[in-house]
């Protein structure tokens, strides 16, 4: 395959950090990269080493399963307990955006996401539809999770919707652009003709829920956007739901016709998988494993 190579702002999307921590990484000499000119470029599979993950252009023998949820873990767990199994599934911490990205670019790749758009009030299909053209796809559904608010305990501020978050002496932590959360941020605002410009602390970001909460518990911002499983993870903040959102998971449809990536869907679709979901508070398993597309 073709050697991909990414820029310091795609490096810092995928991982979720700012453009400034990744030269201050290449700097540090912990990131390899190459100067072009002017500027820096970093090779696919060098930031893939830097992750822990296995290039998937290079390694035909792994599946990368791309997302946040700490749930794909256990799927993981669960697909690599058997021994017979030819490939290795590994899971790369990208958020819902940036995960079909890489699994257009990339085989043996499949994208969980949670992206909703405001025109159909709907979640992940049409992001997926337009992110992967001319693919054949099978999309499947996880679960559900709860959305909201974090606030301050006691909610000091009085904080109930996204109007609220234009008040001059209420301060926002964001969430970092590509990830589910930022788009139903974005979206939010753009329905309700919200001007971003006008929230303090738009421009801030977390790179997580946990950090997104805890920031609100330490009184650094007076509300963050997140799932509801991480407000009960942080003490000192109430969380006030706004929208459940849909998680599903997208595969090529040609590779369910593969031995392992079948097996990967029976694993989705089993009762073990299933009390995995239902063990965690906030989470509905309601038609896990039902094929949306």
Request: charged share 30%.
């Amino acid at each position: 395959m073709e050697e991909k190579f990414l820029s310091p702002q795609e490096v810092a999307d995928m991982l979720q950090l700012k453009k400034t921590t990744v030269y201050e990484m290449i700097k540090r000499g912990e990131l390899r990269a190459t100067k072009m000119g002017k500027q820096f470029r970093i090779a696919h599979r060098d930031l893939m080493d830097y992750m822990g993950v296995p290039n998937s252009g290079d390694t035909p023998d792994k599946i990368i399963i791309c997302g946040q949820d700490v749930l794909l873990d256990s799927l993981c767990a669960l697909f690599n307990n058997d021994k017979d199994t030819k490939m290795t599934a590994f899971r790369s911490p990208m958020g819902s955006y940036r995960g079909l990205y890489e699994m257009y670019h990339n085989d043996n790749c499949v994208a969980t996401c949670h992206l909703w758009d405001s025109e159909s009030d709907t979640y992940n299909l049409p992001y997926v539809t337009r992110m992967l053209p001319g693919e054949r796809l099978a999309v499947y559904h996880l679960y559900r999770r709860w959305q909201g608010f974090y606030v301050q305990k006691g909610n000091p501020k009085n904080i109930k919707d996204f109007t609220d978050l234009t008040r001059n002496d209420v301060r926002l932590i964001n969430r970092d652009k590509g990830s589910g959360i930022r788009i139903f941020i974005d979206e939010m605002c753009k329905k309700m003709d919200i001007d971003t410009r006008k929230i303090y602390g738009y421009n801030d970001e977390a790179s997580s829920h946990f950090i997104a909460a805890t920031a609100v518990a330490r009184q650094n911002a007076d509300v963050a956007i997140g799932t509801e499983k991480f407000s009960r993870m942080v003490d000192g903040i109430d969380f006030i739901p706004l929208k459940q959102e849909s998680y599903d998971i997208v595969f090529r449809e040609n590779d369910l016709d593969r031995d392992e990536f079948r097996k990967l869907l029976y694993i989705i679709q089993s009762d073990e998988f299933r009390k995995e979901v239902e063990s965690v508070e906030g989470y509905d398993a309601s038609g896990l494993g039902e094929r949306i597309l």
